[in-house]
């Protein structure tokens, strides 16, 4: 995504005496002569371990007149003790996204019997990514089980005012660094989160400021289920704060953040917004009734006549060639759907924010860094739209955007003139009953006991609803009828589909939201296994395989589930005659978390038996996106609820 960190900030910086000019770089150096590094068995024993990382970030005013320009240099010691650990780290990036010149870089190994090998600079070659704008890459030489890679490079880049540096990895980190220096007049501001200490200042000259952080040790993490790896990492943002040269007040506050993301968005003036009226009225809104129904039925439009490019140039965010060519990256998108939203009358706020599932947007730090993804708030409905999202329509955006806090930008008119207003407000969570994967299973035994025979409708609601009819939508026919097959065949290994359908094949933008329902019907002989006058019937499998917590490791993070979202389940079987249930009381559980006097978490199964039919009730939901490390066994005992019932089998023995 396109952020709104500024191109320019000359005005910024301009003014400013002659001592700040012409300044040198500080090269870097690493210890000339070094041994291999002795490790106690602990560390032996670990597949990985980083002994050592130190980045640094040095700003100088090299031009007078200009910007400064920024040195950062990354330089790390790691240690490999098995092959899988080699693997990973024979091979070193760096990243070119914004880099001006690759100062500097050298890397070596030292092998356990204490031999040096040093990089070969002919072998580094640069890679192209459209994405995130490509890499240079070199291999390393000569490196062994049970000895150390180490390397640096220096790069210049221009000048970042909004940065972030993840200090816990995967694998133990024995020392880890920062440091950034800049010219007296600037000064930045940091936040430290998950325990990494606090960066502290030192003034090293009268001409520069210095900022440090060090730490001896940092814990590996792991990655767990329903966690947000990155947000749960020790890291460290920052951010340029004040320039003492030009003004005394607060750089790049949210408020500041709000008129630049303003202007971009609303720069479209009468020419476009002539086109706007034309392409409105292709739409046909002028006949519909409601501003809801107007905006529905243009997004749906858009969003089945534009597409998304991200690797257009400037012209993917013009709107007038957005109307003309039918694409935009996201920004261009957000304006389009900015200027559409405004020539229907209907009052709207533009939010920005990231998404959770990387790191947790705080309201606290200004820092410009969080505002990465946009969506576009309608008061007047209490709803959210995804501009580029093709997939989603009003009132469903994506999941991890949501259960977070965002930028809200709301114009203001006071007389002639508008402007912008910012505030960090929560963007909520859909209810677990918006978003769900709903079974009615009808289950008949023939006499002859063969297979079970199985009628079956399962129906989603919400993203996961939308996301299957975008799919579904571009599919040749044959390969539409796999996607709903395999909808069905996930509930039985041996599954033999006989009939299936989609009730709804027709997706408009009145019943886009409407819940998928596939409807089937199959033979799964898997189900049963006989043993004389025994029968025993996998009644678990029939919901299908779940999500297992069976961990016996300690939990390090805490719960962060990707939605609310239920699972609602309805099952029917008729039995044999001649047969009796010996432990229908083992369908029957209950499994239960609070909060605050209400039900979080839940898995509640029950069952009715008249004469020969089993009526069985499956009740499971998430209804709470964050849950604390400290009480995770009770999240984990409902998770684990669900897979425990799926392996629950039915005893029945003939009368």
């Not at 709104?4 to 301009?14: A, D, E, K, R």
């Not at 600079?121 to 000895?147: C, H, L, M, P, T």
């Not at 296994?529 to 996998?538: H, R, S």
Request: hydrophobic share 35%; proline share 4%.
């Amino acid at each position: 995504m396109k952020n709104i960190y500024p191109v320019s900030l000359f005005i910024c910086f301009v003014f400013l005496s002659n001592s700040s000019m012409g300044q040198q770089f500080e090269e870097y150096t690493w210890t000339p002569d070094r041994a291999l590094t002795s490790l106690d068995k602990a560390e032996a024993d670990l597949p990985l371990l980083y002994l050592k990382r130190s980045i640094q970030y040095q700003y100088l005013y090299e031009e007078e007149g200009k910007e400064p320009v920024c040195y950062l240099t990354d330089h790390q010691i790691i240690r490999v003790n098995n092959d899988e650990a080699l693997q990973r780290v024979n091979r070193i990036y760096i990243p070119t996204e914004n880099m001006i010149e690759l100062i500097d870089v050298k890397a070596r190994t030292i092998t356990p019997s204490g031999k040096v090998v040093l990089l070969d600079e002919s072998n580094i070659r640069e890679v192209k990514d459209e994405e995130e704008g490509g890499y240079q890459i070199f291999a390393i030489e000569g490196a062994e089980i049970g000895g150390e890679v180490e390397y640096f490079y220096t790069k210049k880049i221009t000048a970042r005012y909004f940065g972030r540096e993840f200090a816990q990895l995967k694998y133990p980190l024995k020392d880890f660094s920062f440091t950034l220096t800049c010219p007296e007049n600037l000064e930045f501001e940091f936040r430290s989160y998950n325990g990494l200490p606090q960066v502290t200042q030192s003034d090293t000259s009268k001409s520069f400021n210095r900022y440090t952080l060090h730490t001896d040790y940092i814990e590996d993490l792991p990655e767990e289920a329903f966690s947000s790896f990155d947000g749960s990492r020790q890291r460290l943002d920052f951010k340029l704060s004040y320039n003492s040269a030009s003004s005394k007040n607060r750089l790049f506050t949210w408020n500041d953040a709000a008129s630049r993301i303003y202007n971009q968005i609303y720069s479209f003036g009468p020419a476009e917004m002539k086109d706007v009226k034309k392409l409105l009225k292709v739409v046909g809104v002028d006949k519909l009734a409601t501003a809801k129904e107007k905006i529905s039925k243009t997004e749906h439009y858009v969003k089945t006549n534009f597409y998304l490019n991200e690797n257009a140039g400037s012209e993917a965010e013009d709107l007038s060639t957005i109307l003309r060519q039918k694409f935009g990256n996201e920004r261009g998108l957000t304006i389009l759907f900015a200027a559409l939203l405004t020539e229907l009358g209907v009052s709207h706020e533009i939010v920005l924010t990231q998404s959770r599932s990387e790191v947790y947007f705080d309201k606290d730090f200004d820092t410009w860094s969080s505002l990465n993804d946009y969506v576009i708030y309608l008061p007047d409905l209490g709803s959210y739209l995804a501009p580029y999202a093709f997939e989603l329509r009003l009132g469903n955006i994506p999941s991890d955007l949501t259960a977070t806090n965002g930028l809200y930008i709301r114009p203001m008119k006071v007389r002639d003139f508008t402007y912008p207003v910012a505030e960090v407000r929560w963007i909520p969570e859909p209810d677990h009953t918006m978003e769900f994967d709903n079974l009615a299973i009808d289950v008949k035994i023939p006499d002859d006991l063969s297979a079970a025979i199985i009628d079956v409708q399962r129906s989603f609601g919400g993203v996961q609803a939308s996301y299957l009819k975008s799919i579904y939508e571009f599919l040749e026919p044959e390969k539409k009828q796999d996607l709903l097959e395999e909808m069905i065949e996930f509930l039985a290994i041996d599954a033999e589909v006989e009939n299936v359908s989609l009730d709804n094949k027709s997706f408009t933008y009145q019943n886009w939201n409407d819940p998928f329902v596939i409807t089937a019907n199959y033979k799964a002989p898997s189900y049963l296994e006989l043993a004389g006058d025994i029968m025993l019937f996998k009644v678990g499998e029939l919901i299908g395989p779940q999500s297992e917590l069976y961990q016996d490791e300690k939990r390090i993070t805490r719960v962060q589930n990707t939605n609310n979202r239920s699972y609602f389940r309805k099952i029917q079987i008729h039995l044999p005659p001649d047969f009796l249930i010996e432990n229908a009381g083992d369908i029957d559980m209950n499994v239960q978390v609070e909060e605050d006097g209400r039900v979080i978490y839940a898995f509640k199964s029950t069952h009715q038996l008249q004469n020969a039919l089993l009526s069985i009730t499956i009740d499971e939901f998430y209804n709470e996106i964050y849950f604390p490390q400290e009480r995770f066994e009770e999240f984990r005992k409902v998770v684990n609820a669900a897979a425990d019932w799926n392996k629950v089998t039915l005893v029945m023995k003939r009368k």
